[in-house]
């Protein structure tokens, strides 16, 4: 057994963690797994280390692997480190019917990063997804929270140039 | 009791039976292959999809035929089901295309693979596969590692049965190891780097159907033909003590647990036995160890009912793994 | 116009919120169904109504919900299926970010015909803000007594939840859902058994999609027999249909079903015509895993009969001249998308999405996608057509969920109605990359 690390959620996000262990019945935690990988990956820096990961498995009381297993299956999660900024551009056809990968290169070149790729300021990580349930404004792409519809090679330049100037 | 019939062969078996069970419970050539179902391990099978059959007749009370292929290993038997194997020829070209589909990523690198003459996969392909590979494109390849001292994982010879999580999470009391990543990019590992260490961890060896894993111990020691197996037992405080020895002249090359005519352990081992009972004197010798001719251990050694086998048959069915002709 | 159930009030400002949806009659479905109906009436109601599952199979809610095994002593849950994740098919995270209570209301009523006490919400992991917007509206009905502990003072309680999931197409398939809500790799079950049997852990369960769960409303206010008089046939009310691709006016559209196709693409009130001035080339009508047809195959059947929105009249002629209603993902391509391209595109979309845990599908789908790739760039040889058909074949039927009928379907249709078009990109693979193959002129080429 590996030693326990000293993370830990913050209060706030504790009284979260009860809450949300409530919502399934006795015995059944691990349902909260998925919620809690979300929390985690917020809370310890935007992506899950295996420290985290094995943090958010005794919380549940479940084997680590149990939790790798999850995380690797599920492709919003990061497994490394990532830019303050994941540009996740949707690569599926509605999008590129409407120019996602015109929109994709223009990105690539204006960044001077590839797909997969951070800028070298750690502002920017380049992704591409599949679809985002955004077809009826495509092209588009989702940076956090926050949707950006109807991309053109154009206003991508005032999106990106937002980000530099936060 | 329920009554069902299998190629044209009617059996009685117990309700909650599923049809792949019902099937063994004739043998032969009505038996569907199975590469991911363990009888052993619960919640197994339904995976791999080398077991299909096709049934012709749902039930006596509901006689319509289920619309596609089931696998066998995990459909239950009704009473007056009727199940098609290899007297359907949508079962069999079924069958071809998973054998085609589980080879495509398969580095096929038999020559110099431990498991060569006991693997399944081998067994599969000699039995329902096609001579050739339609597939052009890049293959998936992983590195060799080591989990645990004697054991060594070669993913890119998996065919993701699951059999070896299942194993780890039904006799072990702490799973380390499991499915990583997704579709053709999952694999079997412990994400960090981790060694599996108890004491019936060796068996997720003998559970694996390929050349996954393998014992370190009995690495490039000798094919497996050119041993001799032996039914040997010892007084174990961990298990049973019942194995199979392989060995060559007096010497133990390799112990396992002792499998069936379905290629399925009849006791899990432990580790001592498997990895650190070596010598002679370790053990009891009961005499030779029945094989199934089903693969080619049994080519080279004092039971030789190969040719015998030869002369009556077909080759092709000689080396097919559904064929039960153990004694 | 045609008659509008879900999308009633949802240009209503503020509709979002509790006391806007309420005075627009929101709840008041709830307060019939709790206070004058039995949980067996309401389902009667949805099984009169003729409701059809919306998330793309089409089978009849009310007997969905008759399979539910009610002699269990176990808890019953009732799950929303709202990992809407089909590419083309955008309407479930409108409905939830415009008008989230009527999913709410819906909830509550299902649940009540059901006898389940606690029920979730799987809402795609990446949809973050119709999570917060959906939170947000269950908080409203527990503070205004919709949901909680006896509801509106009857002996009914119901805890309602959202639940994230992780990003995996997979967890739309009802059984790799519940796997996921059970924190669970989203790998489907073997079935049987059914989540009606052995659902979420291991009790009855039923999962429906977002828009069907919401059309439970109307159907409670106006009853079973009302909608449906809409529609047209067993494809009864009205459908969100998402439209996008090379459209004027992609978004999404409740119709009622039996309008024609051509209708839907070229009217204004719909999808405005193709972009640009082009022509319609292909639609693909359900979502992206259902047969793509050519432009004369969607605005008429085989027969020359006007081809319809509806399940029946799009799957005329099977999947030889017809295609499915599916999701209502209505993706529209014009006289210069390159077919081979969008199937490579969406093959991949497979591959990625694939559990892996079934071997046809796990390596079938990588095998499409690779040779896929090869022929969209110049790389593909005469034989490859007919492999591609060949594989599709091996995966479809084969496989433990229906992902692998999704991922071959669209292949083998594209083949079927474009096959020059494949073999003009292994014939002239520079030409091919140069320039796009267009159209045939064969085709109708729309109004």
Redesign the interface.
Known sequence: MKESSNLSFSEQSLQKVKEILS?Y?QG?E??????L??MAEAEFGGWLSPEVMDYVATI?NIQPIEVY??AT?????NLKPTGKYVLEVC????C???GAENLLDKIEEKLGIKVGETSADGLFTLKT??????????PMM?V????YENLNEENIETVLQSFRNN | MVKVTIDGIEVEVEENTTILNAARRIGGDVVPPAMCYYSKLKGS??????C?VKVSQGSAKDPRPMP??V?SC?TMVQDGMVILNSTSPEVVD?RK??V???L??HPLDCPVCDQAGECDLQNLTYAHGLSKS??E??RRTFEKIDIGEHIQLHMTRC??CYRCVYTADQITDKRVHG?L??????EIGTYIKNVIENDFSGNVIDVCPVGALTDKTFRFKQRVWFSKPMDAHRNCSKCSGKVALWMKGNDILRVTGRKNSFGEVEEFICNECRFEKKKTEDWTIEGPRHISNHSVISQNHYENTFKAKLASRQPKEIYGNKDSAEK | MGKKLLFKHIDVPGIKDFTVYRSKNGYEAVEKALKTMSPDEVQEEVKKSGLRGRGGAGFPAGMKWSFLDRKSDK?RYLVCNAD???????K???LIEHIPHLLVEGMILSSYALGAN?S?IYV??????PI?ILENAISEAYANGFLGKNILGTSYSL?L?V???????ICGEETALLE???????NPR?KPPFPAISGL?GSPTVVNNVETISAVVPIINDGGDAYAQIGIGKSTGTKLI?????INK???YEIELGLPVEEFIFSDEYCGGIWKNKRLKAVVPGG?SVPILPAELILKTLQGEPRLMSYESLSDGGFASGSMLGSG?F?V?DED?CIV??TW??SR?Y??????????C??????ME??LH?IENGHGNE?DID?LVEVAK?IE????CPLGDAAAWPVASAIRHFREEFEWHIREPKESMKRNYGIREKSILGA
Not at chain 1, 30 to 35: D, G, H, N, Q
Not at chain 1, 73 to 77: A, I, L, N, R
Not at chain 2, 45 to 50: A, D, E, F, P
Not at chain 3, 163 to 169: S, T
Request: aromatic content about 10%; some cysteine; charged content about 25%.
């Open positions: 919502r019945p059944k691990k349902s909260a797994l998925l919620p990988l979300h549940l297993e999850v299956f599920y492709s919003m999660f690569r599926t056809g509605p590129c019917l409407r997804v599949e679809c985002l349930a955004s077809c009826g404004t495509a989702q956090g929270d926050k949707y | 099978g339904g995976k791999c999809r080398t299909l596609k292929l696998a995990s079924a295309s998973v085609e589909f589980l495509i990523n339609r597939y494109e890049e065919i993701l499915v990543n997704r579709g053709d990019a999952s | 808890p809407e994740s089909e590419p083309g098919t955008f479930d995270r409108y606690t979730y795609r992991g990446e949809m973050k803000t917060k805890d939840y639940q994230p999931g992780g990003g995996a197409y996921s809500l059970e924190g669970k790799r989203g073997m852990y998402s439209a996008c691709g090379n992609p978004g999404v992206s993902g993706i391509f998308a391209r969008n595109n969406f979309f591959h990625h999405e694939s559990c892996g845990q079934c071997s046809p796990r390596e079938g789908t990588g095998w690779k040779v090869r034989r492999l091996k039927g084969n496989t433990i």
